[in-house]
C-alpha cells in the first residue's frame, strides 16, 4: 500500500471556482503535513504546511484529519495561474523521511 | 543567492553503466535530499544527509548510494543501471531550523537505454 494516495485528475475548473483536493496516508505514525506545487516540467515548490487545526494562507485552506488519516486543500477563487499538479507530502521520524503523492493536476481554465 | 544547482542536466547511459549526479544546496543549507520522480507519479524519497551523515533512506534497492561533502555539496551514485532507472532525479535542500521546507533543484533527467 502506498504511504500517501491522491486521486490524480486532472480537475477541469473554470476561473473562480472553488476546487478541494484530498489525499489519505497510511501510517499513523506520520508526524508532519505538507502540500506542495510543481507547474509543468519545474520543480515541486512548498505550498502551505497543514496544522492540525487547520489553516489557511489567503485562497488555500488546508485541513488535517488525524483520526480518519486525510489531508484536504481547498482552493477559492481559482486563478489560471493555479494550473498544476498539487502534491501532498508526509513526514516520518523527525523530517528525516518525506512521502509524496502521485499528485493531482489542476486545469484553471479562463 | 543561487537556488539548488544539479548536475549534469540530461544524462543517457546503458543498462549495467554506473552514474554519478551531483547536488549543491542553497547556501547555509546543510541538509540535501535526493528523490526519483517517474513520469506520472511524485517524487519518491531516496536518501537524506545532514552534516555528511545518512539520517534516512527511503526503498531504494543498494544499487543506489551517496554521500554528503564538508561543503554540503551531495552525490548521487546508481550502480548496474536497470531501464526503469531512468527519470527526473531531484535534490532539495533545505535549512536546519527549518527541516520542513524543502528548495528543489531543477533535476536530472537519466535515460537509461
Known amino acids: 500500500r502506498k504511504e500517501v494516495e491522491q486521486d490524480p485528475g486532472p480537475f477541469n475548473v473554470p476561473e473562480g471556482a472553488t476546487v478541494a483536493f484530498n489525499c489519505t496516508y497510511s501510517?499513523?505514525?506520520?508526524?508532519?503535513f505538507f502540500w506542495y506545487r510543481q507547474d509543468c516540467r519545474k520543480e515541486p515548490k512548498l505550498l502551505m504546511s497543514v496544522y492540525s487545526s487547520g489553516n489557511e494562507d489567503g485562497r488555500f485552506t488546508a485541513q488535517l484529519n488525524r483520526a480518519s488519516q486525510y489531508i484536504s486543500l481547498l482552493i477559492r477563487d481559482s486563478k489560471l495561474s493555479d494550473s498544476a499538479t498539487y502534491l501532498c507530502v508526509v513526514n516520518k521520524d523527525n523530517f528525516n523521511k518525506f512521502y509524496f503523492g502521485s499528485g493531482t493536476k489542476l486545469n484553471v481554465k479562463p | 543567492d543561487a537556488g539548488v544547482t544539479q548536475s549534469p542536466t540530461h544524462l543517457i547511459k546503458t543498462r549495467g553503466q554506473h552514474v554519478t549526479l551531483r547536488c549543491s544546496p542553497i547556501s547555509g543549507h546543510k541538509s540535501v535530499s535526493w528523490y526519483q520522480q517517474v513520469l506520472g507519479q511524485g517524487p519518491q524519497f531516496i536518501f537524506q544527509y545532514y552534516e555528511k551523515e545518512e539520517r534516512g533512506r527511503g526503498n531504494f534497492p543498494d544499487r543506489f548510494s551517496a554521500r554528503q561533502f564538508p561543503n554540503y555539496s551531495s552525490e548521487l551514485n546508481v550502480n548496474a543501471l536497470l531501464l526503469g532507472d531512468s527519470a527526473l532525479y531531484l535534490c532539495a535542500s533545505s535549512l536546519a531550523g527549518r527541516p520542513y521546507e524543502q528548495y528543489f533543484g531543477p533535476g536530472t533527467r537519466l535515460t537509461v537505454t
Open positions: 501510517n499513523s505514525a506520520s508526524q508532519s
